[in-house]
């Protein structure tokens, strides 16, 4: 164990960006050269013989120490307490307390006052301060003084919630941020700035909050990643907190509006009931709308949520599939694990670009270093969700888009071979999760049956036959005696032969087992005997024998061109708004026996519900409802328009092309949207159907591949 000089040592070599030479610590700390010299053997000693990275010395530049968010966190648990009153603060720790102080009182604070706070002088809060107010312009809030007052925090409410909460993650998981204010005393570094997140929550219950999330989860049907639980309790906490001092949140009757039709607000609303009677608030109608928005960009695990947008998220999905592909030269559509995954992320992630919800992502940095290609390759394609969501990507979240292609890159390495039943637990989400077990599936002969959220482990230990745990968190509960290796989500030579010794007590003779293929177990069942339902007989054998479900056969998926063929194409269509224009699309399926009348009345009630976000590329509408039982079959239509018809999109109004969608369930039309996109790209197709007279002319183009 290190001494208390000696760990306050090692945590400022770590948060300061860049070299620290010995001359600076030796002022810092007071003490000689020569001592921090030992002091720093003792510290490399103490990394070495915990099995983490030990200090980098680069001859005159100084020391810098270089780790992950996985290696930090172990450090931090390892440093032990260290006296608040000896520590020297460094100048960014300074700011973020009086950051801190300011979010807290929300009046006016002194400068004698922060100085006796932070034990420095008037003139260094001074400086500081600069610093201070570019942290708030940046976050459209604002430094207002008063003489014999001293300075305050002003801007809208949204800006300062914001940014209490970045403030109260920063520089930390937000899940470790969440146990750092929720338990009184915690067995890990109490460096300066955490005291002050614990206190903003001092008079906060954050385990009853824990308890309302969990009722959320089980009326969603589904289960949070670590991060979004943990970001939603603290959203949820500080709005009580500003509740309490009668500053409510203000949204538009509108947005309102359309909030007010889903589940996610109907949970809301009973969570609120919950929360007024606890700590015994008002929780008005805007800040229900707030908490759902909060819902719906939380990233969830799994989700049984049937969106009326769900055809053009899937467009944007396959789009990006496909243009991310092109640009890393590498055929990904083929690859239906990458498209259900990212459909489940993109959902989400629209909504937080929609209302600027911020994502932290602490593997971003090693993400950026291990799929540097990919990474660019995303940012460059992925304008589809920005121009729909109308915001752009941020870094954060183009790292986790980057999980879900870096995953599916490694699933084309992999070779099928005899392996164990292993389930892989993450924090940080499902795409990581699938990183994970892509990365270890290539190196090991492992099976993955399943991923896991930590707080999902139980329910799927329950549920399935498991040999192994590799978890990228501290897994605290019961495993049932199942061994349990934490890695790195990149997985360092450690982790790999940690997980070597283990699977090598299996191929000694612990268990044998081979891969079981459900697609050969069913064709055995199926030349025996008569399967009166397939889907039901996979779901129920996958359980039973702990593997996978991926049998896909027996759904009919259409060709692009067996679904739109000439009968359902019709060119120069009069119309004079966006409603006939997609009465006269939901027509012709109608009258080719694809839909019911309701099916027409549900596109047009979408879009006046949600907006039209239907109109999908620069003149492109693709009007569509949820699968239901006024749809008889898959089917597509295509109008061309006489005049330019504007949505109420601005960014791609006029529309000339209507191409109306439907399906009976969310995955039998993937192959035909999947080419319908292809099209839509390629600009020679669209002037061939803008400039035809004749149906033939799109059809052939369609069945020659544009090669007329």
Request: glycine share 4%.
């Amino acid at each position: 164990m290190l001494n208390k000089r000696c760990s306050k040592l090692l945590y400022e070599i770590m948060n300061v960006e860049g070299y620290m030479n010995i001359s600076q610590l030796s002022r810092e700390f007071g003490v000689s050269n020569r001592t921090i010299r030992y002091d720093l053997d003792k510290v490399d000693d103490f990394l070495k013989s915990s099995n983490l990275p030990q200090l980098i010395r680069k001859p005159n530049e100084g020391i810098n120490y270089k780790c992950d968010s996985v290696e930090k966190g172990k450090v931090l648990d390892l440093l032990g307490e260290i006296d608040l009153d000896q520590y020297i603060l460094s100048q960014d720790e300074r700011i973020t307390i009086i950051l801190s102080e300011l979010l807290e009182t929300r009046e006016y604070i002194t400068m004698e006052k922060l100085s006796e706070i932070l034990l420095v002088s008037r003139s260094t809060i001074i400086k500081d301060m600069d610093k201070v107010r570019e942290w708030l312009l940046s976050r459209d809030l604002e430094l207002e003084s008063c003489k014999r007052h001293g300075v305050k925090i002003i801007g809208e409410e949204r800006h300062l919630r914001k940014a209490a909460l970045e403030l109260l993650t920063s520089n930390v998981d937000v899940y470790k941020a969440l146990n750092l204010i929720k338990y009184p005393k915690v067995s890990k570094s109490e460096f300066g700035l955490d005291k002050y997140k614990k206190e903003f929550f001092k008079d906060i219950d954050i385990p009853y909050i824990e308890n309302c999330l969990h009722i959320a989860e089980k009326q969603l049907e589904t289960k949070f990643t670590d991060e979004a639980y943990s970001g939603l309790v603290i959203h949820i906490a500080i709005a009580i907190k500003r509740i309490r001092e009668e500053k409510d949140i203000v949204m538009e009757e509108d947005e309102l509006k359309a909030l007010e039709i889903t589940k996610e607000f109907v949970v809301a609303s009973s969570i609120a009931k919950i929360l007024e009677n606890r700590f015994k608030v008002i929780i008005p109608i805007d800040e229900i709308g707030y908490m759902t928005i909060h819902l719906l960009g939380s990233n969830v695990a799994t989700s049984k949520n049937n969106d009326a947008d769900w055809g053009a998220i899937e467009f944007i999905t396959d789009n990006l599939i496909n243009r991310v592909g092109s640009s890393l030269n590498i055929d990904l559509l083929g690859d239906k694990q990458l498209f259900d995954g990212l459909l489940q992320h993109i959902r989400p992630t629209i909504y937080r670009l929609k209302h600027d919800l911020t994502l932290k992502n602490p593997l971003l940095k090693e993400i950026k270093k291990s799929y540097e290609k990919v990474f660019y390759a995303i940012k460059q394609c992925a304008n589809g969700i920005e121009e729909y969501a109308g915001n752009k990507l941020s870094e954060e979240e183009i790292g986790y888009l980057t999980l879900h292609f870096g995953a599916a890159i490694e699933r084309s390495k992999e070779s099928d071979k005899p392996i164990v039943n292993v389930v892989i637990v993450c924090a940080t989400g499902i795409g990581t999760a699938k990183l994970v077990s892509s990365r270890i599936q290539s190196l090991f002969n492992i099976n993955i049956i399943n991923t896991a959220s930590y707080y999902n482990l139980d329910e799927v230990l329950n549920n399935k036959e498991v040999d192994l745990i590799i978890t990228t968190v501290p897994i605290k509960s019961d495993t049932n005696n199942i061994p349990c290796i934490e890695v790195n989500p990149f997985l360092t030579e450690k982790n790999i032969n940690d997980i070597s010794k283990v699977l090598r007590q299996y191929n000694n003779g612990h268990i044998n087992k081979h891969k079981v293929s459900l697609d050969k177990v069913m064709d055995i069942i199926n030349e025996n005997c008569t399967i009166l339902n397939s889907k039901k007989l996979a779901e129920d054998l996958a359980m039973y024998l702990s593997i996978a479900n991926d049998f896909k056969r027996g759904v009919f998926e259409p060709m692009l061109d067996e679904v739109l063929t000439n009968d359902f194409i019709k060119l120069n269509v009069e119309a004079e708004n966006w409603e006939q224009a997609v009465r006269a699309g939901g027509e012709i399926l109608k009258n080719n026996d694809v839909i019911e009348e309701k099916y027409i009345e549900n596109m047009i009630n979408s879009v006046k519900t949600l907006g039209p976000y239907i109109v999908i590329a620069p003149g492109i509408a693709m009007p569509h409802a949820r699968p239901d039982e006024s749809v008889k079959k898959i089917g597509m239509s295509l109008i061309t328009l006489n005049k330019p018809i504007n949505f109420g999109n601005k960014d791609n109004d006029p529309v000339r092309m209507v191409v109306c969608l439907c399906a009976v369930d969310h995955s039998s039309h993937l192959k035909a949207l999947s080419e319908l996109v292809t099209f839509l790209g390629d600009k020679e197709f669209i002037s061939t159907a803008l400039n035809s007279n004749n149906a033939s002319d799109i059809t052939n183009y369609i069945k020659n591949k544009g090669e007329m």
